[in-house]
Every structure is written in C-alpha cells, then in structure tokens.
C-alpha cells in the first residue's frame, strides 16, 4: 500500500487548510483497517491526530476536537483532514497512516506551517 498525501502549506493563526491523502488500493475492507492522520512537531514525538475506520467511526485527539474533522471518499480510497481555526501550536508535518489486515502504511509528511 503506497499512500500520497497533499495540501500543506503556510497559513495565518485563524485559517483553514485540508490535507487530502490517496492510497494506491482499497484500504476499508475489513474491521480494523483505518486511515489517518499523524503529526510531529520539531522537538516532539509524533502523535495520532484523526482517525477514521472502516465502519464510518472517527476518532480525533482532544487538541483538535471541533477544529479539525476527518472524512473518507472510499471510492477513491481518499482521506481528508479538514483543518480550521489553525493555532501555531498546530505547526508540523503531517504523515497519513493506514492500517491494513494489520500492517501499518505511512505516506511521505506534508509540511503545515501555521504563523502570522
């Protein structure tokens, strides 16, 4: 499974930006199977910031939770990230996952830089 993620980029405190995140195959086959997004900030261990599973349910870090909202088009086998209300603390480079028959797939990061 090959993962291509896009949409980073600069913004200023109080904007928005997707991140979109295409995998090379159906990922959504089976329970447990899933596709996300991780981040790491310089300095910071890199940690799971929105997930969505097979049956429709998500999940997202607290940090993020009425800002940020992961979505699916499973007939393009896409995942977004949906980013809004940006905060400088949200600056740094985003990898889309994927979890498939349990083996863990990573796309290259997309840089988000968010600053005034």
């Known amino acids: 499974v090959q993962l291509q993620a896009s949409g980073g980029g600069l913004v200023q405190p109080g904007g928005s930006l997707r991140l979109s995140c295409v995998a090379s195959r159906s990922i959504f086959s089976r329970s447990g199977d899933a596709m996300g997004w991780f981040r790491q900030a310089p300095g910071k261990q890199r940690e799971l910031v929105a997930r969505?599973?097979?049956?429709?349910?998500?999940y997202s870090v607290d940090s993020v939770k009425g800002r940020f909202t992961i979505s699916r088009d499973s007939s393009k086998n896409m995942v977004y990230l949906q980013m809004n209300s940006l905060k400088p603390e949200d600056t740094a480079v985003y990898y889309c996952?994927?979890?498939?028959?349990?083996?863990?797939?990573w796309g290259q990061g997309t840089q988000v830089t968010v600053s005034s």
């Open positions: 996952h994927a979890v498939f028959i349990g083996t863990s797939y």
């Open positions: 969505i599973f097979t049956g429709g349910s998500t």
